[in-house]
């Protein structure tokens, strides 16, 4: 565990929180982003986030907006050459705004944001927290942004290394994200705080739902009422395995009719339904688009098993922690992030494939009723020990205070998660 003070309470403190997305767009960090925010502002905090301009605005959570371009209106996921320009607007708007607001504290989220928020602790004097959830340029390389072995990627290497080592306190979404900076890049390790990714388990619980509810929702959607529903929920992309799972599905179907992919996300919904068109599956998958976040356990509730085929070794994977909360057995490769999370609770694939996927989807779907509900309510339980954003943002919290009172930081030492 790491050890904190938490008796002492917050002085009301304005903590500028740089999110250099199009904040809030229901997927991967942005939810990071806001329950952080959430529970910190519950302590006490004064929150603003700094943003890229045409996300969705949350109630309760204050948001400013850098300046936008006519030639770009839609949400830009994972790696994009037009964030080099919303980049240095938002770069922009952040340091007239801590010139004339000066901030208590900076969190910054994202390597763009570690970048910008390192100028403005310059000119500020206020102090840097980068809230790391994966490497830059372990990104763009699965996002096919550019190949590893081009000049492009030994300069975004380099600005890396500059960003890991430029904040005094790194929080990690998980304990592999935590290795990675102190091995690969050679961040001290007690600057590094593992605070892996959580969930709210009082939102997110399938016992908020009756049966009655969920088939009304089922016939909505035209999902079969006589398969068990195998949920996803996340990007649609490569990097997300979502390829490899169609793949897969191609495969199982040639042994087995008694399942349905309920495929919730976006983008690439119009390629994704042509690939199923085209490999007869179209039977067999159904494609909600994007779901808000608000929406995610109404839907989650649908599934009998849930899958995370993430092939990224480098980043989080939050959905696992929805999948836990709402009791749904889960496939996922043996990553691990993936293993952090699901602990002895997984059904791992043995290799990143089709084939060690296919077996583990069979093992899943094999499972008696009975064998379902111990092994959710195992990884339900779970969560709730060791996955609690309260706790989180106590530890955050204590941070805070330290580097703000000019105290010693409070010792690292991983949690125990068993």
Known sequence: MILFNFNRRPKKLNVLTLSPTMFFADYGAHVRILEEATILQKLGYDIEILAYPNGRDIDGIKVRRCWGVPFNYRVIVGSSRHKIYLDVLLAAMAILHSLRHKPDIIHAHLHE???????????????????????????????????????????????????????????????????????????????????????????????????????QLKESLGLPLDKKIIAYLGVLTPYQGVDLLLETL???????????????????????????????????????????????????????????????????????????????????????????????????????????????????????TGERDRLGYYLRQRVIRHFSWERTGEEISAIYQALLSGEPLPAVRLRAIR
């Open 250 to 368: 191609k495969s199982l179907q040639q042994t087995r009719d008694d399942y349905h992919l309920l495929m919730m996300g976006y983008p690439g919904v119009h390629k994704y339904q042509q690939m199923v068109d085209e490999m007869g599956l179209s039977g067999q998958v159904t494609f909600t688009g994007k779901i808000l976040y608000q929406d995610a356990p109404r839907y989650l509730a649908l599934g009998d098993v849930a899958v995370a085929p993430k092939i990224s070794t480098t980043e989080g994977s939050g959905k696992i922690l929805n999948y836990m909360s709402m009791a749904l057995p889960t496939v996922a490769f043996n990553t691990p992030v993936s293993r952090e999370f699901l602990g002895d609770g997984g059904i791992y694939a043995s290799a990143i494939s089709s084939l060690a996927l296919e077996a583990a989807l069979n093992r899943a779907l094999d499972l008696s």
């Open 113 to 215: 944001g570690g970048l910008i928020g390192w100028i403005l602790s310059k000119l500020t004097g206020a102090p840097l927290i980068f809230d790391y959830q994966g490497s830059l340029t372990g990104e763009m390389v699965d996002h096919n942004f550019l190949p590893a072995d081009s000049h492009f990627f030994k300069f975004f290497y380099w600005l890396e290394t500059k960003i890991n080592h430029a904040a005094q306190v790194i929080l990690t979404s998980s304990t592999h994200a935590a290795n990675l900076l102190e091995d690969k890049f050679g961040v001290a390790s007690d600057k590094i705080y593992p605070m892996p990714d959580c969930v709210n388990a009082d939102v997110f619980c399938a016992g908020h739902y009756s049966d009655a509810e969920k088939q």
